[in-house]
């Protein structure tokens, strides 16, 4: 069985900063992309940050210079830091994590529960 929890979020007045972290457990043989989206009230769910198995990492442009997505593959988390927050940033931030649980296992995506960030004015 696998999980993936998402921690870190809460409420911050804007400017400030946050950070939310995402860890993957169970039954792991191997961790391809994790990624991070988010959906506010009223509007589609969005990327915001992914990163693969080797170190690469995008940001969403409406976030790029003010997130920095970051990744730990011993402990299967990785961590989203926010800075400079905007109100236009509040939403409920979903972590998804592309997981084999077997060397034979095509994998599948798994989704955390996900964790509220609000940015207040």
């Known amino acids: 069985q696998v999980q993936v929890v998402e921690s870190g979020g809460g409420l911050v007045q804007a400017g400030g900063s946050l950070r939310v972290s995402c860890t993957a457990s169970g039954n792991i043989f191997s961790i391809a992309q994790m990624a991070w989206h988010r959906q506010a009230p009223g509007k589609q769910r969005e990327l915001v940050a992914s990163?693969?198995?080797?170190?690469?990492?995008d940001v969403a442009d409406s976030v790029k210079g003010r997130f920095t997505l970051s990744r730990d593959n011993a402990k299967n988390t990785v961590y989203l830091q926010m800075n400079s927050l905007k109100p236009e940033d509040t939403a409920v931030y979903f972590c998804?994590?592309?997981?084999?649980?077997?060397?034979?296992?095509?994998?599948?995506?798994?989704w955390g529960q996900g964790t509220q960030v609000t940015v207040s004015s």
């Open positions: 990163s693969t198995s080797s170190g690469r990492t």
């Open positions: 998804y994590a592309d997981i084999q649980t077997s060397r034979w296992d095509l994998g599948q995506t798994y």
